[in-house]
DNA sequence: CTTTTTGCAAATTCTTTGCAGCCCA
DNA sequence: TGGGCTGCAAAGAATTTGCAAAAAG
């Protein structure tokens, strides 16, 4: 079994290899002749800043950072090229508590990885457990589906929130200060 | 391993044995002394017609639902005391792809299952597998979190889907027509 | 040139809140 | 009584849509 470790919400440690982006840049390529799109400087740089995303952004973090390198892009394209990005199959959509659809990259040739989020303070970390995710086929197939994708999460304490009864996270106030900085 | 059959969306087919609802009645009355909620009619019924659900009900299901035993309910009060039988770990929410969010019945007591979802026709399967509880416990454990509660969802695409290539899936229309039929 | 795409603002949808009156304890 | 509770309507938040101007092929 293997896990990665620890990647506390959204700002991304680690772009993903040159060498994936670029699988799923010619998949996006493919996906765009495919329904005769045309290719605009607003939506490739959202695909970019989006595949070099670590993981589960929302759109307004996403826009945050297209905006960092074309400050005239609007909401609006944001939400329809992660449509467009979804429909392609690059794209997955999330939900954990807050009520933000959050994106991330998805594909067959992802590693794919699972959340365990902490109810308490709002970490969330990554794993993957191939176990787990042979018995999900198993289970798949016994039913007859065929699975494309699927969502694992984990929601309880994390070793911080469990260490000091009743006492603080350190992530409860940056959650509470969120800046909602929409105009 | 064991798992429920085929319970395509909303219309609770077989309501819970008397049994488990007594449980999380009695819960529910805990919760309400905890806290010094008062006992209201409104609220007494939510709480009957959502343990009677069999699952995945959204917030205006439900509130259908109450209506015809107590026309004069309102939305608001039906969120609010979902949001206190979220807190009282009597019901989870849940998303999928369509932006409602729906709720189940959850607690230690309840067999719990997970989901299988057909991408083309939103059929939802449930099913139980012990064995992936177990792994999730594991991982959960070397990664230092208790685990509360957890979310798993299996998409791709049903028998049916898989057997005729291009063809329909019967819930296909039911979706389209989603009859929007609030105010 | 034609067709898409964009950005804005207005519209929708789902959910939460403020508040006056109602009701349980 | 008196603080919680309800229903309504208004407020909020997230997302979608209409449209004229801009860009792509």
Redesign the pocket.
């Known amino acids: 079994m293997a896990y990665v470790e620890d990647r506390p919400h959204s700002p991304p440690n680690q772009p993903l290899p040159a060498l994936d982006i670029n699988i799923w840049k010619r998949r996006w390529v493919e996906f765009q002749r495919h329904h005769g799109?045309?290719?605009?400087?607003?939506?490739e740089l959202i695909v970019d800043v989006f595949l070099h995303c670590q993981e589960h952004v929302?759109?307004e973090e996403l826009l945050q950072r297209v905006r960092e390198r074309n400050a005239?892009?609007?909401?609006?394209?944001v939400?329809?090229?992660m449509?467009l990005l979804i429909e392609a199959g690059l794209a997955v959509c999330r939900h954990f508590g807050d009520?933000?659809?959050r994106y991330e990259v998805s594909g067959p040739e992802t590693p794919h990885h699972d959340h365990l989020i902490c109810e308490r303070c709002g970490l969330i970390l990554e794993f993957e457990n191939d176990e787990i995710e042979r018995l999900q086929d198993n289970v798949a197939q016994r039913l007859g589906f065929k699975i494309v994708r699927h969502k694992l999460e984990l929601y309880g304490l994390c070793p911080k929130a469990l260490g000091v009864p009743g006492g603080h996270c350190p992530d409860e106030e940056s959650r509470a200060a969120k800046t909602?900085s929409?105009p």
Chains 1, 2 share one sequence.
């Open positions: 799109l045309k290719t605009t400087s607003q939506r929302s759109v005239r892009v609007g909401y609006a394209t939400y329809r090229t449509k009520g933000q659809t909602n929409r």
